[in-house]
């Protein structure tokens, strides 16, 4: 029989199972949530490895792309020239033909292309998701990034002889602007001393120096600026910390070694000539995915020799870049994110390097989800605040985090510190 306590002791029923399922979020503190995750030294040493390895930097072969954007290098260029102006390349040619060069670059940089040496059929032919921009000094509006110096002690470049000057560097002490973020490139004539040789061959040549590069011989040769976009962009590959293929070793499996043939001619220039942007042939367009991983590796690591000369986009959200864990997944590089993480319940994310959040981000953790920080670093690159680690409990049930003591999270709004 109904009675009125029947529905008394429903309510209440209804009530606890209600409070038991309510939905929360509330800040990670380390202290109270983390489980401490416990790595011997060798564990440390062989776990964090792959951060400094290529292999997690190649494009296209993370679960997402973000995990190895775009990035966006910025080049200024200096037109060397004598005082009386010999050289005839004056900013009414030089600056629309600088500005060529750089798109011609782009569109290398946008057109991989299968390696040509038969020994390297089949390798992947992977996006370069590398761009150049030109960079002028912010707050400047006058400054198109194009300088012109004349010089007549320094404008001079020789590349062979008891007077080579290639890898003198001061010219670029006395001209480079903004030379610890900005690659400066300098186009220069060869010297004339040296032209009146005949034994000097004044082609088209360059050497990368440090973050700068030297380029010489695209004023005398006269060519278009798409002749000069491959020599221009192996020089970059140094900069990016990559080496010549084609005799000694450079690191990478999937760099043949050949006879570095510059044109297609007699044997064994009929059919072995490279393609690839760091041997010495007329179409410098073919990058691997090992020299893309060690490229972007060198752009993504905090101590990343190239890093300082990126367009530093990641300081701030972009829309549409929320990353969503719904797998089992594994961070082994540095990465910078562009919005939120989210992962789910059932997922597991492990981070083992260090890893950037834009400005007001957060790694969201539901109930039944599993964060792992074993190492690695949570922080926002640019000094900016994010909002850190939020936990979502169900009833009593958290998101959970494991972290290890050398596990760092920094500029947290949400997180005094980051030791468990
Ligand atoms: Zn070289």
Redesign the pocket.
């Known amino acids: 029989m109904w009675r009125p306590q029947h529905l008394i002791a429903g309510l209440i029923l209804l009530l606890v199972a209600g409070s038991a399922c309510k939905t929360t979020l509330r800040p990670f503190q380390a202290g109270r949530d983390g489980k401490v995750l416990e790595r011997t030294t060798e564990e440390r040493v062989i776990l964090r490895k792959p951060c400094r390895l290529y292999d997690a930097y190649i494009p296209d072969q993370t679960v997402h792309g973000d995990l190895v954007p775009e990035r966006v290098i910025r080049v200024n260029y200096h037109i060397l020239n004598s005082r009386d102006t010999s050289h005839r390349f004056l900013a009414e040619i030089a600056t629309p033909y600088v500005r060529e060069l750089t798109r011609q670059i782009n569109i290398k940089l946008a057109n991989n292309l299968p390696m040509s040496l038969p020994a390297a059929t089949g390798t992947p032919v992977l996006p370069t998701r590398m761009r150049l921009e030109i960079a002028p000094i912010p707050q400047m509006p006058w400054d198109d990034g194009v300088y012109y110096h004349f010089d007549d002690d320094l404008f001079g470049y020789v590349h062979t002889g008891r007077n080579r000057n290639n890898s003198d560097m001061q010219v670029i002490r006395k001209y480079a602007i903004q030379p610890d973020s900005v690659l400066n490139i300098f186009i220069m004539p060869h010297h004339p001393d040296s032209v009146a040789s005949p034994t000097y061959r004044a082609t088209g040549t360059?050497?990368?120096l440090g973050k700068a590069i030297k380029l010489a011989g695209l004023i005398r040769t006269g060519l278009p600026p798409s002749e000069f976009a491959g020599m221009t962009l192996?020089?970059i590959?140094?900069v990016l910390g990559l080496?010549?293929t084609w005799r000694y070793s450079d690191g990478c499996d999937d760099t043949p070694h050949h006879p570095n043939c510059f044109y297609p001619g007699e044997p064994p220039c009929d059919s072995l000539i490279s393609n690839n942007v760091?041997d010495?042939n007329h179409w410098q367009q073919a990058w691997t995915p090992c020299q893309l991983g060690k490229a972007h590796r060198n752009l993504s690591r905090r101590t990343g020799t190239a890093r300082s000369l990126l367009q530093r986009d990641w300081c701030t959200s972009l829309p549409g870049h929320d990353l969503v864990i719904s797998e089992d997944e594994t961070w082994e590089g540095e990465v910078d994110l562009y919005g939120d993480v989210e992962v789910m319940p059932g997922a597991r994310l492990t981070i083992r390097c260090a890893v950037s959040f834009p400005a007001g981000s957060r790694l969201l953790v539901h109930s039944g989800a599993t964060l792992v920080l074993d190492g690695g670093s949570l922080a926002n690159d640019c000094g900016l605040s994010w909002q850190g680690i939020i936990l979502e409990c169900k009833g009593p049930r958290c998101g959970t985090v494991q972290i290890t003591s050398d596990a760092e999270i920094r500029n947290a709004t949400t997180l005094a510190g980051g030791q468990p």
């Open positions: 360059g050497i990368a192996h020089e590959g140094h080496a010549h760091m010495y």
